[in-house]
């Protein structure tokens, strides 16, 4: 069950120079500083009618401070022995490399089994970080790389960097169509009001969103594309691919059913019409490290189901070059 919540308050001399989480957990007692700080970065506070989304901003004295959010039942979550494929770990971090079928967070239809859950089971401690260190998401079948928060400080950190755009994502995709060079996508993005699974470009009240992509390898009547966010939306790519008219192969929500060209062979034919999820890889990582400061990148290889595609439109490419 859940409710609105609408809390106001004006910060006093007592709060004066606090962080803006801490001045919160002072003025709104009932509150779990956790809770607090996802109210915070979810854009649900303001000050003097400006939302700040930052919560180590400080705060000073006569500030109106605004909460308008959703008050849920506390949620425990159950940790669950899910294997993780670790590509990096230290004490602050962990880089995973997620496969395809792996939700990320627990939500409707998917109450356990995510990647939160396997966070939870494997490093207990990280129950004390908001969202179990989790401070970016991929889509259920998208694959690729995560930075994952083990520590508050981190997590703090690793979200402003995050909003500052200073973390480099770049993925591999196979999308329909031909493209005959890279280019840039600016679009803002939020929910498809006709359909509320789906995001779609918005005009009106959408968040801002730019993609930039360039041209990998071209076959036929398919392009394999490497992708760079500039901004991290819910499905950015997927959306921003579909508004230029090329959708993502595979993609089941936005429209990515199998188009195989004319004359195509048996084997590409079977190939699209069996690859199930958007061609769609999160290949490269880098960040500077939010603790030491060093610069750090990833890859991840292309999983062998999209690489088996690539192969297949690349032999039916040269078989028509012939």
Not at 177 to 198: L, M, Q, S
Not at 228 to 236: N, S
Not at 277 to 298: C, F, K, N, V
Request: with cysteine; net charge neutral; charged share 25%.
């Amino acid at each position: 069950m859940s409710q609105p919540l609408h809390l106001t308050a004006e910060v006093t001399v007592q709060q004066l120079g606090f962080r803006l989480d801490k001045a919160l957990a002072a003025l709104f007692p009932d509150y779990s500083r956790t809770r607090i700080k996802e109210w915070i970065l979810d854009d649900l506070v303001k000050i003097d009618d400006v939302i700040i989304n930052r919560p180590r901003e400080k705060v000073y004295t006569g500030q109106q401070v605004e909460v308008n959010a959703t008050l849920e039942d506390e949620v425990i979550f159950q940790a669950q022995n899910i294997p993780l494929n670790i590509v990096f770990e230290d004490e602050h971090i962990l880089v995973i490399n997620k496969p395809a079928g792996l939700v990320v967070h627990p939500g409707a239809g998917n109450p356990d089994g995510t990647i939160l859950n396997a966070l939870l089971y494997h490093f207990p401690e990280i129950v004390e970080v908001p969202r179990a260190g989790i401070v970016h998401r991929l889509d259920k079948d998208t694959t690729g790389l995560m930075i994952i928060a083990k520590t508050v400080p981190a997590q703090t950190h690793l979200v402003t960097s995050l909003q500052a755009r200073e973390i480099t994502r770049e993925y591999d995709a196979i999308a329909m169509g031909c493209f005959t060079a890279g280019g840039r996508v600016e679009a803002p993005i939020g929910r498809d009001k006709a359909n509320r699974v789906k995001m779609a470009v918005a005009t009106v009240g959408g968040k801002h969103a730019v993609t930039h992509y360039r041209v990998a390898e071209k076959y036929r009547a398919h392009t394999r594309l490497r992708l760079r966010l500039e901004t991290g939306r819910t499905h950015q790519i997927r959306v921003h691919m579909a508004h230029i008219g090329h959708v993502l192969a595979g993609d089941p929500v936005y429209g990515g059913r199998p188009r195989p060209p004319k004359g195509a062979s048996e084997m590409l034919t079977t190939t699209l019409r069996n690859f199930k999820r958007q061609a769609l890889h999160a290949t490269m990582l880098r960040l500077e490290h939010p603790i030491t400061g060093e610069i750090m990148e990833w890859h991840a290889p292309v999983p062998e189901d999209m690489q088996k595609l690539s192969a297949v439109l690349r032999a039916d490419a040269i078989f028509y070059e012939q």
